[in-house]
């Protein structure tokens, strides 16, 4: 998968974010801040993952819904891109009730 194999390119935007959570000494989380460091890394602009990509493997991803797998864990960036993409999600779905249809 050629996007995974470059995540500090793909993390480009949210560079400054993943740095911040980087430096944080592992031992020294509580367990009140890693809800905090959730919300940081859901600030991650989706621009990180563009709409480009997200073309190229949204029938792969569409596939691997359709077999249960889980994509959130299996592709994390793309399936937060199409989640909060307006663009991407309308797409994602058409897509989906077509492999649906084609299976019925
Ligand atoms: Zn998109």
């Known amino acids: 998968m050629r996007l995974l194999d470059k995540p500090k390119d793909i993390f480009s ?16 989380i ?3 801040d890693v ?9 991650i602009p989706i621009v990180a993952v563009t709409c480009e990509d997200v073309d190229e493997v949204l ?9 249960g797998e889980n994509v959130a864990e299996l592709m994390p960036l793309i399936y937060q891109h199409i989640m909060k993409c307006l663009c991407c999600q309308p797409k994602y779905q058409a897509l989906l009730r077509v ?6």
């Open 59 to 67: 029938d792969q991803f569409a596939e691997a819904t359709m077999h």
């Open 35 to 43: 809800g905090k460091i959730l919300h940081l890394l859901d600030d």
């Open 13 to 28: 935007g949210g560079n400054q974010i993943l740095q911040t959570i980087e430096t944080i000494e592992p031992s020294l």
């Open 99 to 104: 492999l649906q249809a084609v299976r019925a």
């Open 30 to 32: 509580k367990l009140e």
